[in-house]
């Protein structure tokens, strides 16, 4: 006969929990050990959102690219190709594709200051900056992973929509912005929810199979943009917004809330429920064991903002916060700044961003195969300094061809280190913080990526140095942050500060042992 309490330790007692209570982190394991189809599915269609994320943050590539011209008057000794249009007259020159294909020649901004014109993209990450600070914390207090996944990707598809209908440059910055608060928190949920409902074995790739999704919306950015090279930059905007609102709806029917999170807020009945949707276990047995598990009480009251309290008061977790953003920066900086500046190197920007989107590929799947074998620290540092060493080899060498093979590893290797960081957050950090701790993580990268465009038009105006250069510098630079951190490989995790705080004792009295 089955054993009709397949969860529960087998005893000679006649008390089925005769065993030490274990820890949630070691009831969720064994539940998810063999992860099922309603689990994987779940976590991709998670995953999808950073699809829709990727294709938001490097839109503006195309949609706000400066169109190319060519003189209209043969001959002219005073239009060629060198000269400045803002210094010749309007019938002496000529954009080459229709003005609507992108907002500089739409919105005739095409003479405006630099602060003008780069409006937009600023405008994009200084939302996701608020937007970090303000929504991280609800994943982890009122609204929980799943509800704040959606309203982030909703706010943003729907943002993008309205972009669409743009009447000028600085209702198109706002509504820019307004993406960028929505997207804020959208990878932080999706990896966090999506690691969180599947076993350790599975976490690691899990979580790069979000990457993958990021991946695979940048990399569709350049076939759309090409099909509707001749069109309006608004097609764009349509063509990505809608079949994310369209997911928005999947989001919202059918992922289930992390069951950790829910034990951690006192809502077991709900725990047990999507514990045993996903494994396919017995609710009764599911109650039985999570009854012996003592839900470690927080020091702290909880409140909307204690998950943020929490960092920045109890010092080791400031620390490592502190230490994390500085590494983000520095990653966040090449991660996002490379894109953004290949035309500096004198490339087309379809053929070069495929490039740059197809490195990803083999990136996320070296990270895919081998964060199982990975040490953390060593591997994020080796990434980092691969990176900083070829963006700086970028100004040095003088072949074009060289320059794009090195600015291609450099990207590579910023990307595997951002990948590795993203799941060295989720170790370092227990549940009620997690979430907070990862989005605090993304602001650094965010943070890096608002200095991107400034040391990319310095580089293009002034001296190459001053973007792939300082790029390189930077990311060396912040490398150092990694000495101070444990190593997270193959650790429980943990749901508590407290319980952070205990097995952080423990693990030092057990080594000086």
Known sequence: MADPTPLLPHSTSSDPISTPPISLDSVIERVTTNSSWPQLLQAILVSLSWF???QQTFITVYTDAEPTWHC????????????????????????????????????????????????????????????????ATLADSSLGRRNLLFLSCFTMCVASLITAFSTNVFVYAGLRFISGFGR????????????????RKWRGRIGIAGFFCFTFGFLSLPGIAYVNRYSSWRTLYMW???????????????????????????????????????????????????????????SAEVDLFSSLKNLFEKKWAFRRTLALMSVGFGVGMVYYGMPLGVGNLGFNIYPSLTLNAMSEIPSFALTLFFIGKWNRKSSLLTFMMISGVCSIMCVVVSSKWMQIGLEIVSFFSANTAFSILMIYTLELFPTCVRNSATSMVRQGLVIGAIFSPVLISAGRNYNEFFSYGVFGVVIICCGVFVFPLPETKGVALCDTMDEQERKEVTDQINTSI
Do not use: M
């Not at 007259?89 to 602060?115: G, K």
């Not at 045993?276 to 470690?296: K, V």
């Open 72 to 135: 209209t008057e043969y001959p002219n000794t005073t239009c060629r190709s060198t000269s400045n249009i803002c210094d010749l007259s309007a019938s002496a020159w000529a954009w080459d594709r229709p003005s609507s294909t992108t907002i500089i020649s739409d919105f005739n901004i095409q003479c405006a200051s630099s602060l003008i014109s780069g409006l937009p993209a600023s405008a994009f990450f200084f939302g996701c900056l608020l937007g970090g600070f303000i929504l």
């Open 184 to 199: 804020a928190s959208i990878g932080a949920c999706a990896l966090v929810l999506s690691t969180e409902i599947v076993s």
């Open 52 to 54: 829709f994320d990727g």
């Open 240 to 298: 990505t917004s809608v079949p994310g609102i369209l997911y928005c709806v999947l989001v919202f029917l059918f992922v289930s809330e992390s069951p950790k999170w829910l034990f951690t807020r006192g809502r077991k009945d709900e725990a047990v429920a999507t514990l045993g949707r996903l494994g396919h276990w017995n609710h009764s047995s599911l109650n039985l064991y999570l009854s012996s598990i003592p839900l470690l009480e927080e």
